[in-house]
C-alpha cells in the first residue's frame, strides 16, 4: 500500500519570498516515483517537479526544488522568489515501479501576498 | 508535450439525465487511462482505471453501473454518468498514461459537471 500525507492545509508566503510545501509519503516498493503537481483556480492540473526514487541528486526546475529525503520518506517543495502566479492548490503525489496509480495528497493551497 | 483533451467541460442537465465525458490523448497512444472526482477543495479521488480493449478497474465504493467507462481506443475513452443526480454534480477529470509507465499521467482539463 502507498499513502501520501501533506500536513499543510494553507500557507501564505510573501512575493519575492520563499515557501516550503511539506509532503510525506509510505511504500514497501523499493523504487518509485514522486510528483508534486499544481492546480490553479482554473482547476487545471500542471506538473510542476518530479523524482525518481533511485535518483540521489533533488529534482530541480527554475525557481521550483524538492528535499528529497529517502529515509525520511520526506518530499518537500521549495518555491524560490515567489509569484502571485504561484497562489494555487498543490498536490504530492507518488507511484510504484510497478503500480498503476497515482496516490495523491490531501494538498496544500498556497496564497501569495503582494 | 503531450495533451490530453477533455470534453465537455462544463455540463448543467436535469436530474435523470446522462452525461457522456470523453477523454482523448492527442499526441500518444494512451494504454491506460484514469477517472477522478474531486469535489471543491480537496484531492483527486480515484474513481476507476481504464486500459484499451479491456473492462475498467473501479476503485472500491464506486459503482461501476452508475459510472459506466469506455476505453475503445488507444487515443479516447469515455465516462458516462448514467441517470444522474444532484450528488453526482462534481468535478471530473481524467488523465492517460503512455506506454511507458514511468512517465508522469497528463491530466485533461476537467468537466465541472452540475445537476439540477
Known amino acids: 500500500a502507498q499513502t501520501v500525507t501533506q500536513s499543510q492545509p494553507e500557507m501564505s508566503v510573501q512575493e519575492a519570498e520563499t515557501v516550503t510545501l511539506s509532503c510525506t509519503y509510505d511504500t514497501s516498493e523499493s523504487d518509485y516515483y514522486l510528483f508534486w503537481y499544481k492546480q490553479p483556480p482554473s482547476r487545471q492540473m500542471i506538473l510542476v517537479i518530479r523524482?525518481?526514487?533511485?535518483?540521489?541528486q533533488n529534482a530541480t526546475e527554475n525557481r521550483f526544488s524538492v528535499n528529497f529525503q529517502k529515509a525520511a520518506k520526506s518530499f518537500s517543495l521549495k518555491i524560490s522568489d515567489s509569484q502571485l502566479g504561484d497562489a494555487a492548490m498543490y498536490f504530492c503525489a507518488g507511484k510504484g515501479e510497478y503500480g498503476n496509480k497515482l496516490v495523491f495528497g490531501a494538498g496544500t493551497i498556497l496564497r501569495v501576498k503582494s | 508535450g503531450a495533451v490530453v483533451s477533455q470534453h465537455p467541460s462544463r455540463v448543467i442537465c436535469k436530474s435523470g439525465t446522462s452525461v457522456k465525458i470523453e477523454c482523448r490523448s492527442l499526441d500518444f497512444q494512451a494504454t491506460t487511462m484514469f477517472w477522478y472526482r474531486q469535489f471543491p477543495k480537496q484531492s483527486l479521488m480515484l474513481m476507476a482505471t481504464?486500459?484499451?480493449?479491456?473492462?475498467?478497474?473501479?476503485e472500491q465504493g464506486v459503482e461501476k453501473d452508475k459510472f459506466l467507462i469506455n476505453h475503445a481506443s488507444l487515443t479516447l475513452s469515455t465516462l458516462t454518468v448514467t441517470s444522474a443526480h444532484p450528488e453526482d454534480s462534481s468535478f471530473y477529470i481524467c488523465?492517460?498514461?503512455?506506454?511507458?509507465?514511468?512517465?508522469?499521467?497528463?491530466f485533461g482539463d476537467g468537466t465541472r459537471l452540475s445537476i439540477l
Open positions: 481504464s486500459n484499451e480493449g479491456s473492462k475498467a478497474t473501479y
Open positions: 523524482q525518481e526514487a533511485y535518483k540521489q
Open positions: 488523465s492517460a498514461r503512455d506506454r511507458q509507465g514511468n512517465q508522469p499521467q497528463h
